[in-house]
């Protein structure tokens, strides 16, 4: 069961509230108190890209009210306030989230809501709440970099729930509602400034990624200046802002192929169609280029729609490698089309000179 | 007919295309039509697995055992007898 895998970042700490995130029982009293500092830890997780959300056994309205006394309501994300099962409450969270259970932080004082939460989910990491000043230090909570994209993580979860909402609230067909939110799928080359985003890109994505390879940022950069090699990034922008570098494939030049070694989408962007667009590009650039087209797939127990998406982009298994990778030809006879709700630009660029030089 | 009727209305519902003068015959290729992303690959396959309580393993997982609502259920038919 991979008892020897490394353990994950912390994506989302989830806080429970009395006598974790404050001192006092909110039910029977109203003068509860903020743990010392809790405030600044959690403001200094949130720049770090990394979510808090709230599971508590409380009246919810109460509760936010309180929450909202402290300025701190804009900082959860889904919160959970209510009388079932902690375990049931972390589910919706991670669900809503659409983050993995092992990268989610329970903290609670009580033993039994950390065992209850722990016996549903073998994945989850719990603490008790009397650790709390240890997050800011835990090395699963110091990413190795801090990219544009994490620190304005929040916010793009935010504008995400205003989608949602009105999504929902949208009467005509799901094709016109994607035509309304103006979408715009940007490929490029990589640039310097790419590469720490890349490289998190690499660590964070676990669902729509074809070989879960990660790479240095040294690696990467190597990649980036080589005529051997294309690392393309992709980014999604729609009328309510965007939704960052959301997309890295690599692939390797030959003379006559070229080998796809890493494709992956951030889970984030999944409900909004565009999984398969960077296929589409790749596809038609290869078969411009009249060359045969090859890809790695490593599969494991998170991938399997990014099985599916190759195998319904008409990949077919040439051969399964004695590590398990197998590898994949596209005839490119049948290419799926761009969707058409989703404008597709590609920027080219000529790799930069000048370091080549140095 | 009634394996045909389910599979039809997943597709509907469940397609990002949608136009109301956009009907399909049993036999087009809905991925050339662009009915098809990540999502709605994913979610055909499990919709088939749980409401037929098949199993489609990797080998099955080729295009044209999916691309028409005529080769699904064929596909359905041949997993099932």
């Known amino acids: ?115 209850e939460v722990s016996s549903v989910h073998e994945d989850i990491t719990v603490w008790d709440a009397v650790n709390y000043q240890e997050l800011l230090t835990h090395s699963r909570l110091n990413p190795k970099y801090i990219t544009q994209d994490s620190q304005r993580r929040r916010s793009m979860y935010l504008e995400d729930l205003q989608r949602k909402v009105e999504e ?48 240095s940022y040294d690696e990467l950069n190597t990649f980036r200046q080589s005529d051997r090699y294309k690392l393309l990034v992709c980014e999604l922008t729609d009328k309510y802002g965007s939704y960052g570098k959301i ?4 692939y390797e030049i030959f003379d006559d192929h070229w080998h796809l070694h890493l ?90 000179e000048r370091i080549k030089v140095s | 007919m009634e394996l045909k009727g389910k599979i039809r209305n997943f597709i509907e519902e469940n397609m990002t295309i949608y136009d109301d003068e956009a009907v399909f015959a049993d036999d087009d290729n809905i991925f050339e039509l662009g009915f098809v992303d990540s999502m709605f690959a994913l979610k055909l396959v499990t919709f088939i697995e749980r409401e037929f309580a098949i199993q489609v393993a990797n080998d099955d997982l080729v295009l044209d055992n999916f691309s028409t609502v005529d080769n699904i259920t064929n596909f359905i038919n041949s997993k099932v007898a």
């Open chain 1, 1 to 115: 069961m991979g008892g020897n895998k490394k353990l994950k970042e912390i994506k989302c700490v989830v806080w429970d509230l009395d006598n974790t995130l404050w001192d006092g029982v909110l039910l029977e009293s109203e003068k509860v108190t903020l743990k010392p500092a809790v405030i600044e830890i959690i403001k200094t997780l949130d720049s770090r890209g990394i979510l808090h959300s709230i599971a508590s056994k409380n009246n919810h309205e109460d509760a936010m009210r309180k929450i909202e006394e402290y300025g701190l309501a804009e900082y959860f994300l889904y919160p959970e306030i209510n009388w079932n099962a902690k375990s049931s409450s972390l589910a919706n969270i991670k669900e809503n989230l659409n983050i993995g259970m092992d990268t989610i932080l329970f903290i609670d004082d009580q033993a039994f809501e950390r065992e």
């Open chain 1, 263 to 352: 494709l992956l989408m951030s889970c984030r962007v999944m409900s909004r169609g565009v999984g398969t667009v960077v296929m589409t590009h790749l596809l038609q650039e290869a078969k411009t280029a009249n060359v045969r087209f090859f890809a790695d797939f490593v599969p494991t127990d998170r991938n399997r729609m990014m099985y599916i998406t190759y195998k319904f982009a008409n990949f077919k298994e040439v051969d399964t490698r004695e590590d398990g990778s197998i590898l994949m030809e596209n005839d490119l006879s049948v290419i799926q089309p761009f969707p058409k709700y989703i404008d597709i630009k590609i920027i080219s660029a000529e790799k930069d």
């Open chain 1, 168 to 215: 929902k609230s949208y009467e005509g067909p799901k094709e016109e509602f994607l035509a309304t939110l103006e979408m715009k799928f940007i490929i490029s080359e990589a640039q310097e400034e790419d590469l720490q985003r890349a490289e998190e890109l690499t660590v964070r994505t676990n669902q729509l990624n074809a070989t879960g390879r990660t790479f």
């Open chain 1, 247 to 250: 997309g890295l494939a690599l």
